[in-house]
């Protein structure tokens, strides 16, 4: 089994920046693909930026790109999402996820371990 926590997040003005980390445990070997994703109210979950663990391309949605950067830390088995020029349509609860054969990266239902989620909000 694999507990992923999620943190860093919390209350930022428009054109700010968070960092979120993600911090593994247990069997991470079993896993080639982090991914992050996110939840606004009333609206799905959905796909923000995805990477192997073990390093190679990274993966992102149109609407972060060139705003958010995913990476790793494969000795601290923590995964990171930096986020800059934050806007308030960035606002939701931000989830990191592991899969373990590499398929459908966008589609959340195919991950097989989630966080718990971490609350980021954008005031304009």
């Known amino acids: 089994q694999v507990q992923l926590v999620e943190s860093g997040g919390g209350l930022v003005q428009a054109g700010g920046s968070l960092r979120l980390s993600c911090a593994a445990s247990g069997r991470t070997f079993n896993y080639h693909i982090v991914g992050w994703f996110r939840q606004a109210p009333g609206k799905e979950r959905e796909f923000v930026a995805a990477k192997r663990w073990s390093g190679g391309n990274t993966i992102y949605a149109d609407s972060v790109r060139g705003r958010l950067t995913i990476s790793s830390d494969n000795a601290k088995n923590t995964v990171y999402l930096q986020m800059d020029s934050l806007a308030p349509e960035d606002t939701a609860v931000y989830y990191c996820?592991?899969?373990?054969?590499?398929?459908?990266?966008?589609?959340?239902?195919?991950?097989?371990?989630w966080g718990m989620g971490t609350q980021v909000t954008v005031s304009s």
């Open positions: 996820a592991l899969q373990q054969v590499s398929r459908n990266v966008y589609a959340p239902e195919l991950y097989d371990c």
